[in-house]
Structure formats: structure tokens, C-alpha cells
């Protein structure tokens, strides 16, 4: 039998070169993409962009920019919120306050790209980053030296009958509310489908661990460190002193039943305008399987609550 000839260099060579090629090919093809998600009426924005598409240009990002951000720029592709979730993105900077990081929060969920926030607002609880530390910041990103926080998000569901009419992620809070002319509702509780209590009250508030710190903080409810696997239920202006806010374990499922006289209530979810509830309508709350990842200057959580809520500070 004839023995086969031996592969000649030049034939194994030629033989392994596609292998290289098509690996140098898929490091080319992924390129750093980032998205800047903008806050509308915020004259600043105009005046960072210059100098944050150059740094993103230096560092071999393609960037992509939302409607609202392309007022302030051009020859940049526009991606609407809605379909943020659609692009691979390694980097979202959020320039705005509460509000937008909020927005860009449920836009980007579900693909997971941390979010830096640039806080161009007031109180800036979320968008903890100041505008004069932004490029440390970005640095700090590109050296792989900044911390990174994952934050929990919430599902929530409107049912009407067995039909369910909406499902929306939820970052922060869902609040189930009476109208400024509306009497009081009722409202049933139910925890994995065992019944609480009836709460007559002009609404009721379920939030995240971050949402503990914005509405449900203001009608009484707990401070949850954002790392608490947990969710805080907590009712609005409740006619009796027995009802209290509950903290459950963020496993559970939470169904609020609404009963309404006089059939006027509203569902308003991460405080945007409200969608209109009958009664009968059930809203129902659990934890998502999506996070978000916010990037952190390093100051804990308590530094935080002192010098954004000035925890500590003697009243005068």
C-alpha cells in the first residue's frame, strides 16, 4: 500500500489560515458600541457632547444616540428607547436626572449593559455621578477599575378578568392610586394568592429596594438597602392605624385587587401618567428576571443617604 505523502508546510499553512483569519474577522466585526440616552431640556447636554463623542472615538466606540439626544448632535444613528434593547451595547451614559436613568433602565433591561448616570438634575439619587467626575469616571470604565451595582427590577402585570391587558418592567415603583376627585378605595391584598388584608385607602404603593427610597419612603415606608431580596408594599394615606407597610421576600407574587366604587383608579409605574383601572382590575407584582447594573463612584449606600436625603443633619 502506498504510503501518503507528507502535508508540505506551505499546505499546513494554508490549512490553518482560516481558522486565523475568521478569528481576527470576529474581532473586528464587534466593535465597542455605546448608547447616550439624554434628557430633552437640559441646555448642558449640548455642551458635553463634543468632547464625550471624542473620547468615545479615542477608545474605538461606535456610538448610537436617542431621539431626544439627537437634538443636540448630528451624523449620528438614532436608535428610539424602544429598541434600544435590540442593539448590542457595552455602555449606556444616561445624562439627566432620576427620571431618564429610569426610562433608560427599562429601555436597555434586557440586554444588560450597565448604565453610567450623569446626574444633570437636582436631587440626582440614581444619577449619582456628577458631571465634573464624568471622564474619571469613563476612565475608571475603560481600565475595567469601576464598581458595578446590579439592581433588581419588578414585572408588573394589569389583569382585567383572565385577561392580561399590559406587562411592564418596573424599576422603581407601582402605585395603584384614586383620582384627586375620588373617594376612597378598597384595595385586597393577596401574597401567593393568601389573602392579607383589605386596605381602605386613597392608594397603594409596591416597590423595589430602590423604589424604597422615592414614594413609598414618602408615605412611610421602610428604607431597603438595594441589595435586600426583597419587595416593600406599603399603602397611601390607609383609614386605620392598624395597617402598616409589609416587607416580603421578593419570591413571592403580590396581587392587589382593586374595589372601587365609584370605578375611577389609575396604575402609574415608575411615576410616569397613570393607565386607567376599573373595578375588579388586579395588578400583579414579582421580581423580574432582568436586571440593571448601574456604575458607582465607590460611596456606599449610607454616604449616599446622607448627602442626598441629609440623613443625620440637625433640623433647624
Not at 74 to 100: F, H, K, N, Y
Not at 111 to 126: E, H, I, K, Q, W
Not at 195 to 212: C, E, K, L, Q, W
Not at 272 to 297: A, I, W
Amino acid at each position: 500500500m502506498a504510503k501518503a505523502k507528507p502535508r508540505s508546510s506551505f499546505q499546513t499553512s494554508i490549512s490553518r489560515k482560516p481558522a486565523v483569519a475568521k478569528t481576527s474577522a470576529q474581532k473586528a466585526a464587534r466593535t465597542k458600541t455605546a448608547a447616550i440616552i439624554a434628557r430633552p431640556d437640559r441646555p448642558q447636554v449640548a455642551q458635553i457632547f463634543p468632547a464625550l463623542l471624542e473620547w468615545f472615538t479615542e477608545h474605538g466606540y461606535t456610538v448610537i444616540i436617542d431621539e431626544q439626544s439627537a437634538k443636540y448632535t448630528t451624523g449620528l444613528e438614532v436608535v428610539p428607547r424602544s429598541e434600544m434593547s435590540s442593539r448590542e451595547l457595552d455602555l449606556v451614559v444616561v445624562l439627566g436626572g432620576d427620571g431618564t436613568l429610569l426610562s433608560a433602565a427599562r429601555a436597555t433591561a434586557a440586554v444588560d449593559v450597565p448604565l453610567l448616570g450623569v446626574n444633570l438634575g437636582s436631587l440626582g439619587f440614581l444619577t449619582e455621578v456628577p458631571l465634573h467626575s464624568l471622564y474619571a469616571m469613563l476612565e475608571a470604565i475603560a481600565q475595567g477599575s469601576a464598581a458595578v451595582e446590579r439592581r433588581a427590577l419588578m414585572q408588573v402585570e394589569l389583569l382585567r378578568g383572565d385577561a392580561v391587558r399590559g406587562s411592564y418592567l418596573v424599576f422603581n415603583d407601582a402605585v395603584v392610586n384614586k383620582t384627586a376627585l375620588a373617594r376612597l378605595n378598597t384595595y385586597d391584598l393577596y401574597i401567593d394568592k393568601a389573602f392579607v388584608s383589605s386596605y381602605r385607602a386613597d392608594g397603594m404603593i409596591v416597590a423595589t429596594p430602590t423604589g424604597s427610597t422615592a414614594y413609598s419612603l414618602s408615605a412611610g415606608g421602610p428604607v431597603l438597602m438595594p441589595t435586600v431580596n426583597a419587595l416593600v408594599v406599603t399603602p397611601v394615606a390607609p383609614h386605620s392605624l392598624t395597617h402598616r407597610p409589609l416587607v416580603v421576600p421578593d419570591s413571592v407574587v403580590i396581587e392587589i385587587l382593586l374595589r372601587s366604587e365609584e370605578e375611577v383608579a389609575y396604575l402609574s409605574l415608575d411615576g410616569q401618567p397613570g393607565l386607567d383601572l376599573r373595578d375588579g382590575d388586579r395588578v400583579r407584582c414579582r421580581r423580574s428576571e432582568h436586571h440593571v447594573s448601574l456604575f458607582r463612584t465607590g460611596g456606599d449606600f449610607f454616604q449616599v443617604l446622607r448627602s442626598k436625603m441629609k440623613w443625620g443633619e440637625r433640623q433647624s
